[in-house]
């Protein structure tokens, strides 16, 4: 199976900074790669498909980028609504495995 | 709008069954792929099961495979998981998730229910 790290586990940042996260995949997964919101209490939400597409309706100061083994999820500008926990999920190869999770919350 | 809804949770002792549904509605259900994702107490999120949308294809995670069963009826919108000899490690909120293609494989999750909470103690 696939596994996927994320970094850091967790994050405190200002409203307005620029907010990074990291997911790498054990084995190369070319742009097989989504980004997740959940906040707290909440089902979780797709923000970025195939590693950068912006999901219809998502803000645009959500962003990703990568391919292989590395990938990237940034927030441009981050709000206090953005308080959630985030994760990266490959579906490469079956199953569809999950990162642990990047806990943002507001400084 | 597009909505999915599970129901079927509940407390169930080791070794015994439960069955989840997921209600769909608000889009051509069998256009699309569907799966399960649990979260456990305060953990992360575990891809459970998925289905193509004819039930041509089927995938499960190890940790269930020969004791879950994912199936849907798509004259009724609905999908389903069979869970069997279920262990305190089951324990965990299910969510039913459609997927943005017909095929299983890809499974990117775009609509999401807000989940069934399956309780395995004695």
């Known amino acids: 199976d696939i596994q996927m790290t994320q970094s850091p586990s967790s994050l405190s940042a200002s409203v307005g900074d620029r907010v990074t996260i990291t997911c790498q995949a054990s084995q190369d997964i070319s742009n097989y790669l989504n980004w997740y919101q959940q906040k707290p209490g909440k089902a979780p939400k797709l923000l970025i498909y195939d590693a950068s597409n912006l999901e219809t309706g998502v803000p645009s100061r959500f962003s990703g980028s990568g391919s292989g083994t590395d990938f990237t999820f940034t927030i441009s500008s981050l709000q206090p609504e953005d308080i959630a926990t985030y994760y990266c999920q490959q579906y490469d190869n079956l199953p569809g495995s999950f990162g642990p999770g990047t806990k943002v919350d507001i400084k | 709008e597009v909505q999915l809804v599970e129901s079927g949770g509940g407390l169930v002792q080791p070794g015994r069954s439960l069955r989840l549904s997921c209600a769909a509605s608000?889009?051509?259900?069998?256009?699309?792929?569907m799966h399960w994702v649990r979260q456990a107490p305060g953990k992360g999120l575990e891809w459970v099961s998925g289905i193509s949308w004819n039930s041509g294809s089927i995938g499960y995670a190890d940790s269930v495979k020969g004791r879950f069963t994912i199936s849907r009826d798509n004259a009724k919108n609905s999908l389903y998981l069979q869970m069997n000899s279920l262990r305190a490690e089951d324990t965990a909120l299910y969510y039913c998730a459609k997927a943005k293609s017909l095929d299983m494989t890809t499974a990117i999750m775009d609509v999401w229910g807000q989940g069934t909470t399956v309780t395995v103690s004695s």
């Open positions: 608000g889009f051509t259900f069998d256009d699309y792929a």
